[in-house]
């Protein structure tokens, strides 16, 4: 069995160290590039969102490198999310690649769905206790890196060195990514607090706060945002995003599983706004604005694929939220058209203008 599945930011690293621990072969999917997205575009139908084209287009990839099996997940509605991958297989099909799709549905409704297709996964001989240690690894893994993340989006709007913050985080990630052990992850811990240490930076620097929040593909995959989290350090903000792999597995497929209330805060702080579910991630686009206002953010912005339902839904609401917040806000719609030059205006404008925001609350308070 040669196994792929969608890359999206840091995550193919443990996800390939499962799958080998369970004895396939593994065709890691390649960073998603125009080439990629021109194959999703080619074959998608034409208002299939950004993720839809990309997956899609990572798919083409991986089947013509030799995979013959896509893992990916599932989804309920109304998010066209949960349908991705079923109509990625029959245009797959249709354009005549031979493979089998197995997709890992929500786990509240799917359980025994999940177990039997964990069990096709499973290619050698091992142990209950070997697959909970290798699982268990994989997210420890996947808990540093999201830590080096998030560090790394504090040192960025601080360093003297534009690019300097971003080639250390990439030397980091690629450290930690030769792990194979909870040893090696110690080290790695260690030299990844070595190597920012050594990124020049300016003292006494008071960054504008800036929250990134929106559809989950596009906020925390960086070519699908086209960077826009190392552009707003470069220009001087901490970027503070709502989703990382990890928090995200655990307030939804966890809490999914357990019946338990999964980003709470967030969806009850938009009831008074928006109290319907209508998928994705919408409804906690407004609330975290909300979270974000309260806690001194000078601003949000959403990140949000062209088309995207649940997204466009929430943007009618956030203009009023962040008003009556006092709150920034800047939404930027992305499709396979959306270029990178247009966006740096966009953010170098709204970095602007957050920075005049601040200057006059503060003379506001002098006076």
Known sequence: MKVTFPYMSNSHIAITNILEGLGNEVIPPPKPSKLTLSYGTKYAPEFACVPFKITLGTYIETLEMGADTIVSTGG?????????TTLQEKILRNIGYEFEMITFEPPSRYLKDIIRNFKKLVNKKVSLVEIIKLIWFAWEQLTLLDEVELESFKIRP???????????????????????????????????????????????????????????????EPTANLEIEETLGELGAYVERTMFFTDYTINNAITDLF??????????????????????????SVGNTILYAEKGFDGVIQVAPFTCIPEIVAKSILPTVAEEYGIGFLSISIDE???????????????????????????????
């Open 158 to 220: 601080c360093e003297v060195k534009r690019g300097e913050t971003t080639r250390a985080y990439r030397k980091i990630v690629d450290i930690i990514a030769q792990a194979k052990n909870r040893d090696d992850l110690k080290e790695a811990r260690k030299l990844a607090d070595k190597i920012y240490s050594s990124v020049d930076r300016y003292e006494d620097v008071d960054p504008l706060k800036i929250a990134l929040l929106g559809e989950i593909y596009v906020v925390m």
């Open 337 to 367: 058209q959306t270029g990178k030059a247009g966006i740096q205006t966009r953010l170098e404008a709204f970095v602007d203008l957050l920075a005049r925001k601040r200057k006059k609350k503060r003379e506001e308070k002098i006076a």
């Open 76 to 84: 309920v509605g109304p998010c066209r999310a949960g349908l991705y």
């Open 259 to 284: 019946h338990l209330k999964g980003d709470r805060d967030a969806k009850k702080a938009a009831v008074p706004y928006f109290n319907e579910m209508c998928g994705g991630h919408g409804r906690e």
